[in-house]
């Protein structure tokens, strides 16, 4: 299963863009990458995945690399309430490697 | 929301005493994980469950048991609790493999 590194933290302005980066180098061709979040002390939030292609929905956009070394999730207008730790996997759902994730806190 | 609910949310209780916690779901999924949260260790994976009465232990399975004797429930049990078993416990679950799982609310246990 890839192994993943993440920033331990993150800031970002409210209403800007947030742009969470990730490396995920030993991820193999099957394998996804999965963001989720975390606020606090709730269960971690589903957020997107994708395996090659860009990816879109209505929370966030992850670009992933050419060669699927690494990928960064993209918060268009940060609010708040998107203040949470964010995790990046690289593997399959059945041994979900979570780590210590990015912390990102949006300030005003 | 997916429909996941952990009880109890809360629990204290003492060392070598036993302590079951479930998971229940209302989707139908197949797939149910058990998880515990530590500081400085991120989420790690106890147990998960691939189908009625279908098991396989994940990365910190020692001192924890499973039992999935229907679709909607999935229980985790501590035979002897020990202190080091102190943790937020989450369960997850998800439609099919290499899908997305999703999160109950957690149960945050102290063994005292």
Known sequence: DA???QPTSMDCAEGRAANLPCNHST????EYVYWYRQIHSQGPQYIIHGLKNNET???A???ITEDRKSSTLILPHATLRDTAVYYCIGGNNNDMRFGA???LTVKP | DAGITQS???KVTETGT???LRCHQTENHRYMYWYRQDPGHGLRLIHYSYGVKDTDKGEVSDGYSVSRSKTEDFLLTLESATSSQTSVYFCAISERHQETQYFGPGTRLLVL
């Open chain 1, 3 to 5: 192994k993943t590194t």
């Open chain 1, 61 to 63: 956009s992850l670009i």
């Open chain 2, 8 to 10: 109890p949310r809360h």
């Open chain 2, 18 to 20: 036993p302590v079951t």
């Open chain 1, 101 to 103: 994730g990015t912390r």
């Open chain 1, 57 to 59: 929905n209505e929370m």
């Open chain 1, 27 to 30: 991820i193999s061709g099957n």
